[in-house]
């Protein structure tokens, strides 16, 4: 459900935080399905889903790994309505807050154990795809979602909806054989709906057929009112960042969540503009039509960023607010010229995301304004754009440098330019003097090699975990050559490797 | 026979320490760490802490009821930091609180003024400085000194490796409950629950028979449960015996990473001389073990090191010393391969740099030096080697010539995209390095419906021995398999267990159950006779019935139980196994301390973005020396699991202190360990089938270990790969290569600064 942006969106949330606040005042309970049981918890809404199962509700079943969404042993399922179907994605419960949980299903490993063993549990087994078995719960729920979601049953599928997860006994090789059985078996699915498919195949439990009423009912009783919190203290989206960042402080904190407004959800076409709400996942971005068709290699981009079941939660709006130098999606919508609407509760107000980060971790933005709307304008026919990162592990890492150029090349000349820079600035850097320099030259190899002299001149790398200043440099000017031999491929290659050049 | 853990495990309910159910009143606790490296505590402040809700104490060394002492080896490390900090995260004080929650919360609210002093983090300064373990050790054969001369060709060089997070999913933890009479039953996630036995008994004070320790199984080891685990079990334990009630703590990710020790990071020099057909005449190394804070296991890890310093060849003149250096670093600890892929390392560099300098691939001179059959390793055991036979049979069946051959034109035809290829020879030696550990038990119950017990002193920890022990009692008894049941590992059932270490837990444990089954065979088989009225000779047990001279009788397994019972023979029996044979002198640094050693070759093909630094390990493909395999399942899981965690340690695991000894890759957000993406499209592995008897159980070789060593070749096989980009590239023999480290290699001399600067392992790391 889409709804327009802007003042009156905010007036209505604001009524809605009055109500809310009226209701709090009487001990305000947090309803979802937990398996096959109904929860109505009064617990801080701040808790994490992974104490709330494993310390509330004793199911153990769910791994603690690492408390930071990179290791993915307490994988669940969460499942909610979408157009009268509840669509299930992995979530990594030990980012999640139970404030994200009502009128959804979430299941834990304890919620799709048969008397026989399922499928991908059997097929785990059979392949001697689990060895401590600390890990392998997760890496059963993550494939349980594969099973669930509508991707096509491929083995290769099947692998990314485990990139989350990490097993530091097998060498994952038996647990690709076991992801390649699981994908087989799911071949004789005929556009079957996924969790119809998975209870006759005895994948899941057939008490899943009925959460679709249950949690229609459930969303009836909710009304609408999804959210357990006072006026806020804290926003929270995705939870993705703030959970690893401050999981101590948010845990007991009066918490505003943004995750499942309906105004902060949607990406849309409008003319040559795209207009996309804060709270979008990235898999949103993954599967919007208009991403897709203005960024055919998004999915490409996108599979360098976190993880499955990190992408199912972490919100663009998120991502921008958290002001990492580094982050990923930041640094992608900076080559686009992003602009940003923030909202205090009765006025709108629009900054470029460029002018948005003031200096390290530090934004243009007041305490009582929520980020709303990320607005760019789509590339036209003439527009190349690309995405380069590189981090230590090509995979569920952050980055060590990341850059992103948005670059219009007529008759030789450059005639738009936008390059974006991370991890070598103390904020998400446009590279405002490179752009300076390129704009209006004839592209040659000689002016790239130019231009990353200038570039050296307006970043200020430091030394830390993720590499050396020298380190930074010298990738940060790969990058760049990186970005102009994939969208001019007619470039010389030998002229951009002189030895002279950095 | 698959993992008989698996079905629990699929289904989440396998139990873990956190996973125990808690008894009423449980308290829960949480360590102070020191937030310096090195100084004197001048003066700790836990009184808001104890003020916090829900804080019922706070420990510290003045509570310990018996000795403030944890050390195994070497009593040098206390349980709580008395007067003086040596690393970041000792642990000064201990807060137990009645919810985890509280105990987090109070412990923020410690304060302590510490004195700062010189903190070293280099092992080199620690040996300048006379900070060493223990003595520095020696292992030579022949005489290097005279050797040179013979040499054409002598090189020299250093060669590093970084240390490695064990990052067992499982966090440490440990859980203490106070029994009647001041007892203690502690659940811990340990591989050596008599370890823990023993130092809860000296921090508690209490004897050994007071302290049960049941392990359950772990979520992986590795090593880094180990010695390590000690801490927190003595934590929980002295903290159960002071207040009298049960106390938990389950390490969150930071503690553990900040607070235990890893693999041992290595500096070292070499000196390697060829004559003119490339025969190794003459090895010289100078290994500087960077050991950490206290000994815990080092002086034992640096043993192997020189156990293992020539690897896989045969060497007339070797002369290798071993320094255990003292840092400001949490003490480092056993880690699969227990420093023998740190010694490995440095040879294979040698060749390395012998092989660069003469313009030759390594594998020529790899090959001409492989140790053969009557072959004398540094430490006097003669060699029974498969080395030549696996490396033939390796660069026979995956062709390695078509392969080289493939390569070359694949690096003709891409200029931004280069291949490297490297061959890793592998020779481990199988034993406890300390003769007296090279014991096992185990105990095996018959119960009257034919059902059987077996507990030993093995920890299952993921590698599937229990599995193996299953195995064994269910063939020696002729029985099926679902009849046998594996028992938690408890001090209290199986006593002075060696720790689940060395590779060599189920060839101890597995012999120990072997022969308790064995005694009660021999028993049954008397009880049939009488029955039968027949020799004991004449009787066989064979698939659950009763023989005689090869005949079926009408006497089953239960039938046969009953009749002994009645005639009340024991369906019990402990059975302790040590191996025979095996012997070593520490000062003369010469023996047999070998049951066998395990022979493999690896050939690892990598990839590398010319233009990114990044790159892919293609594949690997092996020849292992099995024996006889008893389950290929489990093995073949250990060797790619062993395979992948060697090429983590190589390529992308980079363990960063500090120059103040602060960890900065402190969470799984700055320690990458390899994820689904980052393993070989394809790892192959062949089987060395060898038929001569061994002393392995059941003649199935021990495969804990080997393998992680063929993921060094990875470290080789990028170095390849970048000298066929830049041919002129000074690359330091520094592992892990990581991306950064590829990218500076690929441009060195070719920018214009310097890309010769320290990487970030090395460098004081902004805060």
């Known amino acids: 459900m889409l709804m327009k942006p802007g003042p009156p969106l905010r007036a209505r949330l604001h009524q809605h935080d009055k109500k809310m606040e009226q209701k709090t005042t009487n001990s305000t309970l947090i309803s979802f399905i937990l398996n096959n049981k109904q929860i109505n918890t009064s617990l801080p ?16 079943g769910t791994k603690i790994g690492c408390r930071e969404g990179d290791c993915g042993a307490c994988t669940v399922l969460v499942g909610e309505l979408c157009e009268g179907a509840v669509r299930y994605r992995t979530a990594t419960s030990c980012l999640m807050p139970l404030g994200n949980a009502p009128g959804k299903h979430i299941v834990t490993i304890e919620g799709i154990n048969l008397d026989v063993l399922t499928p991908v549990q059997q097929a785990m087994t059979d392949e001697s795809a689990t060895q401590c078995g600390f890990c392998t719960p997760g890496f059963v729920m993550s494939l349980a979602g594969f099973c669930l979601s509508d991707k096509a049953p491929t083995r290769q599928n099947a692998i990314a909806a485990i990139d989350g997860n990490i097993c530091r006994c097998t060498g994952y090789k038996s647990i690709e054989r076991a992801a390649e059985r699981v994908a087989n078996q799911l071949e004789g699915c005929n556009g079957e709906e996924a969790a119809q498919f998975a209870v006759e195949q005895s994948i899941l439990p057939d008490y899943f057929t009925h959460i679709p009423e249950r949690l229609h009912t459930l969303s009836l009783r909710l009304n609408g009112e999804h959210q357990n919190g006072t006026l806020s203290v804290q926003y929270v989206g995705g939870g993705t960042d703030v959970y690893v960042q401050k999981h101590d402080e948010i845990k007991d904190a009066s918490i505003q969540f943004l995750s499942d407004k309906p105004y902060l959800k949607g990406i849309r076409q409008e003319g040559r503009e795209c207009l996309i709400q804060a709270a979008s996942t990235v898999t949103d971005l993954i599967e919007s039509v208009v991403i897709q068709t203005y960024f055919p290699d998004f999915k490409t981009y996108a599979k360098l960023v976190s993880s499955t079941p990190i992408r199912n939660m972490a919100t663009i709006g998120g991502n921008f607010v958290n002001a990492s130098p580094i982050g990923d999606f930041t640094i992608f919508f900076l080559a686009l010229d992003a602009t940003l609407a923030l909202n205090d509760g009765s006025q709108t107000r629009e900054v470029p995301l460029h002018r948005f980060y003031k200096g390290y ?14 607005r760019f304008t789509l590339p036209n026919s003439a527009t190349r754009f690309n995405f380069e990162k590189v981090s230590k592990r090509t995979h569920l890492d952050i980055a060590s440098v990341n850059s992103a150029i948005r670059i219009t090349v007529e008759e030789d000349i450059i005639t738009d330019i936008c390059l974006s820079a991370g991890g070598v600035a103390p904020i998400p850097k446009r590279l405002e ?26 970043i200020s790398p430091i030394s830390d975990a993720r590499g050396t200043e020298t380190y930074k440099r010298l990738l940060l000017s790969q990058l760049i050559k990186a970005h102009f031999l994939k969208l001019f491929p007619g470039l010389n290659v030998e002229q951009l490797l002189t030895p002279s050049a950095l | 026979m698959k993992n008989i853990d698996s079905r629990t495990h699929v289904r989440g309910e396998s139990v873990y320490l956190d996973d125990i159910p808690l008894i009423q009143g449980t308290l829960f606790g949480v360590a102070f760490g020191s937030p310096m490296a090195h100084g004197v505590i001048r003066n700790l402040n836990v009184a808001d802490a104890e003020a916090m809700p829900g804080v019922v104490r706070v420990l510290t060394h003045k509570d310990v009821t018996g000795e403030n002492q944890i050390g195994g080896i070497i009593p040098d490390e206390p349980l709580f930091a008395d007067h003086h900090v040596h690393y970041v995260g000792m642990p000064i004080a201990f807060v137990v609180a009645e919810t985890d929650d509280d105990a987090r919360a109070a412990v923020k609210k410690i304060t302590v003024d510490i004195e700062p002093l010189r903190v070293i983090t280099d092992p080199r300064e620690a040996q300048a400085l006379g900070e060493l373990i223990i003595p520095p050790k020696h292992f030579r054969l022949g005489d290097t000194s005279t050797a040179w001369a013979q040499c054409m060709h002598i090189f020299e060089g250093c060669a590093d490796t970084n240390g490695q997070e064990h990052l067992y999913i499982e966090t440490q933890g440990a859980y203490a409950i106070p029994q009647e009479n001041n007892g203690i039953k502690l659940y811990s996630s340990t591989q050596g629950p008599t370890a823990v036995q023993r130092a809860v008994s000296r921090s508690s004070g209490l004897p050994m028979h007071q302290i049960e320790v049941d392990v359950i199984r772990l979520g992986g080891g590795f ?20 207040l009298k009630k049960p106390v938990k703590y389950s390490l969150h990710r930071m503690e553990d990473m900040a607070m235990t020790g890893k693999r041992h990071p290595y500096s070292s020099d070499f000196k390697i001389g060829l004559d003119n057909d490339l025969k190794i005449i003459a090895y010289e190394a100078t290994f500087y073990q960077n050991a950490g804070a206290a000994a815990d296991l080092s002086p034992a890890v640096l043993e192997r090191t020189l156990f293992h310093c020539t690897n896989s060849y045969y060497v007339p003149n070797v002369s290798a010393t071993a320094y255990s250096c003292r840092t400001h ?10 420093g023998g892929p740190q010694g490995m390392f440095v040879i294979e ?20 030096n492989l140790i053969q059959t009557g072959d004398e390793f540094p430490f ?13 049979k390796t660069t026979e069946l995956y062709e390695l010539n078509a392969i080289r051959e493939r390569i070359a034109t694949f690096n003709n035809e891409n200029r931004l995209s280069k291949k490297g290829l490297a061959l890793m020879p592998v020779c481990f030696g199988i034993s406890f390095t300390n003769t007296r550990m090279n014991q096992a038990r185990a105990l095996v119950h018959l119960y009257t419906d034919g059902s059987v017990n077996v507990s030993t002193g093995a920890v299952e920890m993921g590698q599937g021995v229990n599995t193996k022990m299953l195995q064994v009692a269910a063939q020696v008894l002729s029985i099926r398999s679902e009849r046998v049941k594996l028992l938690t590992t408890s001090t209290y059932r199986i006593a002075s267990t060696s720790p689940s270490a060395a590779s060599a837990t189920a060839d101890l444990n597995g012999r120990a159950v072997q022969l308790a089954c064995d005694e009660l065979v021999k028993r049954l088989k008397t009880v049939a006779a009488g029955e039968l009225q027949t020799d004991v000779e004449a009787i066989t047990l064979k698939d659950e019935w009763v023989y005689v001279n090869d005949q079926k009788t009408d006497w089953d397994w239960e039938r046969l139980l009953m009749a002994a019972f009645s005639k009340r023979v024991s369906l019990s029996e402990h059975a302790h196994y040590a191996t025979p044979g095996i012997h070593f002198d520490p000062i003369a640094a010469k023996g047999h301390p070998f049951a066998y050693h395990v022979y493999g070759t690896a050939i690892v093909e990598t990839t590398v ?22 389950n290929t399942a489990i093995d073949r899981g250990q060797i790619e699991g062993g395979i992948v965690q060697g090429l983590g340690w190589m390529t992308m695991e980079e363990v960063i202190f500090d120059k103040t000894g602060r960890l900065r890759s402190n969470a799984l957000s700055t320690y990458k360990v390899p994820d689904i993406y980052s393993v070989p499209d394809e790892i192959a592995i062949e089987a060395l089938k060898t038929e001569q008897d061994n002393l392995a159980i059941f003649r199935s070789k021990a495969v804990g270990e080997p393998p992680l060593m063929y993921g060094i070749g990875a470290y080789f096989a990028l170095r390849n790969a970048i000298l066929a980009f830049n041919p002129t590239a000074r690359i330091p023999f520094d592992a892990p290569m990581t991306p950064e480290k590829v990218l500076l290699a690929l441009y060195d001399g070719r920018t214009s600064f310097s890309t010769n600067d320290q990487t970030a392992s090395y460098v004081a790391v902004n805060s």
């Open chain 2, 223 to 242: 090593g880094g449960k180990e010695d390590q685990a000690n801490m927190w079990a003595a934590l929980v334990a002295v903290a159960a015996h002071v």
């Open chain 2, 609 to 630: 973005d010319c233009l990114r630094g990044i790159y892919e390990i293609n594949n690997i493909k092996v020849v292992h020396d099995f024996g006889v395999s008893m």
């Open chain 2, 349 to 368: 560099a040698a060749i390395a740099k012998a092989a660069e300098s003469l313009r030759i691939d390594a594998s020529v001179i790899q090959e001409k």
């Open chain 2, 380 to 392: 006097g055991q003669k060699a029974e080697s498969e080395a030549p036979a696996c490396w033939h």
């Open chain 2, 329 to 338: 670093l949490p003490p480092n600890t056993a880690f699969r391969g227990f």
């Open chain 1, 45 to 60: 809404p701040g808790t994490t889903l992974l104490d709330f199962v494993r310390y509330n509700q004793h199911l153990t």
């Open chain 1, 433 to 458: 003097k490179t752009e300076e320099f390129l704009i209006g030259k004839e592209l040659t190899e000689s002016l790239v090699i130019d231009a990353i002299n200038v570039t050296q001149t307006e």
């Open chain 1, 361 to 374: 971790k530090t934004l243009d933005k007041q305490a009582d304004e929520v980020l709303e709307q990320i």
